[in-house]
């Protein structure tokens, strides 16, 4: 099984559904929607060259941020990385925002002073990402420890990629997390990848959550691209864990559309990519599987999901005009946010 979720050919049917509050899984499907089109938006805005900076997009990888933030509260504390997106729309499906925060403007989610890179809404619970690699952990897990001292269920969320683990850092928080049992989740989307080397050039196994095991951390290695099984496995993990378990660690397999930066399939950073790859994985599109399962049970219709996407691609059309059209942030204001609001 587990082997299995490596093979791209494999879990290209829809998913199961059975016993499933309709509502919430037609919720389920708008955001992974939404998401995507938020994000081919930016792809195509960086291809006619009117963003400035890099963006890294984890179309594909949707299941994952929107299964998981099913079981989050507003307080939990919420820590991403370079291709964090999806980990920031999920808790605040704002497009709005991260388009002006991606073209540099004063209406983003950081002022237009980080980019896509540095994304931050603690109201809703995002703490931030950071484009050093595995450069959130230790905060994921220094929030976690600060909501255990504070008796409150608050809970870390960690977001972090197969390539991430290679960082000397993440087997401290592993550790440390475990030792002093803190409730923070590390959510791995193994996307195979680290830039354009494969999993298989850089580790001996293909499964990251083998230092799971070393750390005594319970974990779960799951199909990224199935949002129900992401929700409630996590579901089970994040309530035990405001329960006092501990850590846990959810290895979630998945699959980038694009290259590693930027609208680019075909080649990543600098190297060919199989194509061959890439159309297997897109048969295992996380949102077409819901989708099917939805039409299959009938609780959905072809007309419902292309009323749905004509109104979410006139939304984003909308919401893009309006973050171009916005000011940047005043020059004297440049220093004002560096350290603090103050
Ligand atoms: C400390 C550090 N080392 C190297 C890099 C360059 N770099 C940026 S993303 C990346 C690969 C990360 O791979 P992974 O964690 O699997 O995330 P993915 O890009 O697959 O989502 C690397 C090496 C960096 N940004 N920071
Ligand atoms: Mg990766």
């Known amino acids: 099984?587990?082997?299995?979720?490596?093979?791209?050919?494999?879990?290209?049917?829809?998913?199961?559904?059975?016993?499933?509050?309709?509502?919430?899984?037609k919720k389920t499907l708008h955001l992974m929607i939404l998401i995507r089109k938020t994000e081919q938006q930016l792809a195509?805005?960086?291809?006619?060259?009117?963003?400035?900076?890099?963006?890294?997009?984890?179309?594909?990888?949707?299941?994952?941020?929107?299964?998981?933030?099913?079981?989050?509260?507003?307080?939990?504390?919420?820590?991403?990385?370079?291709?964090?997106?999806?980990?920031?729309?999920?808790?605040?499906?704002?497009?709005?925002?991260?388009?002006?925060?991606?073209?540099?403007k004063e209406t983003?989610?950081?002022?237009?002073?980080?980019g896509s890179m540095h994304l931050f809404d603690q109201s809703n619970g995002f703490y931030g990402s950071t484009p050093i690699v595995a450069g959130t952990v230790s905060l994921a897990v220094g929030a976690a420890m600060a909501a255990k001292m504070q008796?409150?269920?608050?809970?870390?969320?960690?977001?972090?990629?197969?390539?991430?683990?290679?960082?000397?850092?993440?087997?401290?928080?592993?550790?440390?997390?475990?030792?002093?049992?803190?409730?923070?989740?590390?959510?791995?989307?193994?996307?195979?990848?680290?830039?354009?080397?494969?999993?298989?050039?850089?580790?001996?196994?293909?499964?990251?959550?083998?230092?799971a095991d070393a750390n005594h951390i319970p974990y779960k290695i799951l199909d990224g691209n199935d949002v129900v099984?992401?929700?409630?496995?996590?579901?089970?993990?994040i309530q035990s864990m405001r329960?006092?378990?501990?850590?846990a660690i959810l290895e979630l397999v998945t699959y980038r559309w694009y290259g590693h930066v930027d609208w680019r399939e075909d080649i990543d950073v600098g190297v060919a990519r199989s194509m061959e790859d890439i159309k297997n994985w897109k048969a295992r599109?996380?949102?077409?599987?819901?989708?099917?399962?939805?039409?299959?049970?009938?609780?959905?219709?072809?007309?419902e999901e292309s009323e749905l996407s004509n109104k979410i691609d006139t939304e984003i059309q909308i919401a893009w005009d309006k973050a171009m059209n916005d000011p940047y942030p005043s020059k004297d204001s440049i220093l004002k946010f560096v350290y603090s609001n103050n």
């Open 44 to 104: 195509y805005a960086r291809k006619n060259g009117l963003i400035g900076g890099p963006v890294h997009l984890g179309v594909g990888q949707e299941a994952i941020a929107v299964g998981i933030s099913q079981n989050l509260k507003k307080t939990d504390r919420v820590f991403g990385g370079h291709r964090s997106h999806s980990h920031l729309l999920a808790l605040n499906p704002d497009f709005y925002k991260l388009f002006a925060e991606v073209l540099g």
């Open 108 to 114: 983003g989610f950081s002022k237009g002073m980080g």
């Open 1 to 25: 099984m587990i082997n299995n979720l490596f093979n791209p050919t494999q879990f290209q049917d829809p998913i199961s559904i059975e016993g499933q509050d309709v509502k919430i899984l």
């Open 243 to 247: 329960n006092g378990a501990g850590p």
């Open 151 to 211: 008796n409150l269920t608050d809970i870390g969320v960690s977001y972090i990629g197969d390539g991430a683990v290679e960082e000397g850092i993440v087997h401290e928080c592993f550790n440390l997390a475990k030792v002093l049992k803190l409730p923070v989740l590390f959510v791995i989307e193994n996307n195979l990848f680290a830039s354009h080397m494969h999993i298989s050039l850089r580790q001996p196994s293909e499964t990251t959550s083998r230092f």
């Open 229 to 237: 099984v992401v929700a409630q496995n996590s579901e089970e993990l």
């Open 285 to 303: 599109d996380p949102i077409h599987r819901l989708s099917q399962s939805m039409i299959h049970s009938k609780i959905w219709t072809k007309e």
